[in-house]
């Protein structure tokens, strides 16, 4: 299989909103202060992670509930220093954030049932999605597609053998992920890590192999490769750049050279004026693709 860069898309100088300063400072204060019992295990997920609800003092649930990854239950990486996933978890929200992107759903870091670990907001999302959480947004087409609205990215074969194509579709806010994703370095951004809650907004979710200060950029997102930003993707960075600058927290949570790289990719990005391509010396896809 070869990566593909697919046809320019539609992208689009929308305004870049706010960061939701008073729902992100109710959800957070919400995931610190409240009791977490574990409702059961997401077993699709590599390394241990939790669904807890979020309960009041007295145990009774609040109707709420989040995402829980106890660091004892993250797997050895070679290439990631251990014990610093649910670290990135929770950079990654703190740089969703302050570029306005509003992508990476509340997070922090506080002790549970099995002790430290990230607690994310739990996104919810109607019925039917639930089975596939990245239906309309990434999907396997016939390989002689040929429709505007999606960005091939990689050919391959299905069990039968016959062609097919992994593409993305082409929408504003996933192109949006795809300018975070190189802000945040994700060696990890596979379909099933993007999704629309219930009230139409796409998030993104699994953020804990991020951050990185060499190059990991591992992608489904690779259909705008080589396309140039357009005004809302200088917003967003020229608001983090800033950010970053007067310290968003992330400073706190990342290795010194990791901030470093973090800054240098975003004003690199500027730079250059466009979204990079896949690279050549390694492999630019995650594993497996969902």
């Known amino acids: 299989m070869t990566a593909q860069v697919g046809p320019g898309g539609r992208g689009g100088d929308e305004p870049v909103p706010a960061p939701p300063d008073d729902e992100d400072a109710q959800v957070l204060d919400l995931l610190s202060r409240s009791r977490t019992e574990l409702v059961g295990r997401l ?7 939790l669904l807890v609800d979020l309960c ?12 829980y990854k106890p660091d ?15 670290r990135r978890e ?9 570029g306005g992107w509003d992508v990476v759903p509340p997070t922090l870091l506080r002790d549970g ?3 430290p670990g990230s607690v994310q907001a739990w996104v919810e999302q109607d019925a039917g999605r639930r089975a596939n959480p990245s239906a309309g947004l990434v999907e396997v087409l016939p390989a002689d597609v040929d429709d505007p609205a999606w960005m091939p990215v990689v050919q391959g074969e299905d069990q039968t053998g016959r062609p097919v194509v992994v593409a993305h579709a082409d929408r504003a ?10 802000v945040l370095n994700n060696a990890d951004r596979k379909a099933a890590h993007l999704t629309v809650d219930v009230h139409g907004r796409l998030r993104g979710f699994d953020h804990g192999l991020t951050l990185h200060a060499d190059d990991k950029l591992r992608t489904v997102l690779w259909g ?5 930003l357009d005004g809302t993707d200088r917003a967003h960075l020229e608001r983090l750049v800033a950010a970053l600058d007067e310290g968003t927290g992330v400073e706190r949570l990342l290795a010194e050279d990791e ?9 690199a990005l500027l730079a250059a004026g466009h979204l990079p391509a896949p690279p050549v010396t390694r492999y630019p896809l995650p594993w497996p693709l969902w």
């Open 224 to 228: 705008w490769a080589g396309q140039a």
């Open 90 to 98: 929770v950079a990654a929200y703190l740089v969703s954030r302050a």
């Open 113 to 115: 049932p099995l002790g």
């Open 259 to 267: 901030v470093g790289a973090l800054r240098a990719r975003v004003v």
């Open 43 to 49: 077993v699709e997920a590599s390394n241990l992670t």
């Open 173 to 182: 806010d996933l192109r949006a992920v795809a300018v975070l994703d190189v």
């Open 56 to 67: 009041d003092d007295d145990g009774r649930p609040t109707g709420h509930q989040a995402v």
């Open 72 to 86: 004892r239950g993250a797997r050895p990486l070679a290439d990631f220093p251990p014990g610093t996933l649910a």
